[in-house]
């Protein structure tokens, strides 16, 4: 059984700064890794994705995600981050053999002040 | 480019009454989900259908019914209604396969007084 572990619920910037939000998975196998993004009141939107190949992954509006196997991690990062990023990120595992049971963290809170 | 609606977006019931919820896609996904969404917490599986008429269980299905008749739509039951309940539920498709992204509908907001 995979698991997902967002450490920060809740991170807070200044426009124009970067950030990075963590995310740790556990599984023993091959493994599908994706972020989602949710704006309050609205469903969740694709991020992006990482299955095999280059561990850095580029997503919209700027976001990269970097897939690491030794820290078990795919954490999201942005450069510059603008007020209208301000939204819940969540992270998705998946095994890589294909099956339904898409696990999603707990959510972080980015909140980005002008 | 298509859409996931999901009906109600918001839903006010009473202790023990049965509430359905329903999402529509036309994406032509097959598969399609329901998760519930509490505050603070992740998304949990409540039930899946991989394709017309087909059920899968998820990890929270005690208390729920689901029921896909149409390739296009998805209804989630609660069989009964727990006082004090609130919680968003989700809508999502995808096309087969735990390595597709999902689309997901804006929501259900439950309350239950």
């Known amino acids: 059984t995979q698991t997902v572990s967002q450490s920060d619920a809740h991170v807070t910037v200044f426009e124009g700064d970067s950030v990075e939000l963590r995310c740790n998975y556990s599984y023993g196998g091959s493994i599908y890794l994706s972020w989602y993004i949710q704006h309050h009141g609205r469903g969740l939107q694709f991020l992006l994705k990482?299955?095999?190949?280059?561990?850095v992954v580029q997503g919209v509006n700027g976001f990269e995600a970097e897939f690491s196997k030794s820290d078990s991690s795919f954490h999201l990062r942005k450069a510059s981050v603008h007020w209208s990023d301000s939204a819940v990120y969540f992270c998705?595992?998946?095994?890589?053999?294909?099956?339904?049971?898409?696990?999603f963290g707990s959510g972080t809170r980015l909140l980005v002040s002008p | 480019g298509g859409i996931i609606t999901q009906t109600p977006k918001f839903l006010i019931g009473q202790e023990g009454q049965k509430l359905t919820l329903k999402c529509q896609q036309n994406?032509?996904?097959?598969?399609m989900y329901w998760y519930r969404q509490d505050s603070g917490k992740g998304l949990r599986l409540i039930y899946y259908?991989?394709?017309?008429?087909?059920?899968q269980k998820g990890d929270l299905s005690e208390g729920y019914d689901a029921s896909r008749e149409k390739k296009s739509s998805f209804s989630l039951t609660v069989t009964s209604a727990q006082k004090n309940e609130m919680a968003v539920f989700l809508c999502?498709?995808?096309?087969?396969?735990?390595?597709?992204?999902?689309?997901f509908g804006s929501g259900t907001r439950l309350l239950v007084i």
């Open positions: 259908s991989i394709t017309e008429n087909d059920l």
């Open positions: 990482y299955y095999s190949g280059n561990p």
């Open positions: 999502a498709s995808s096309i087969p396969g735990g390595k597709s992204d999902y689309t």
């Open positions: 998705a595992v998946s095994p890589g053999t294909g099956g339904y049971k898409v696990v």
């Open positions: 994406f032509n996904h097959d598969t």
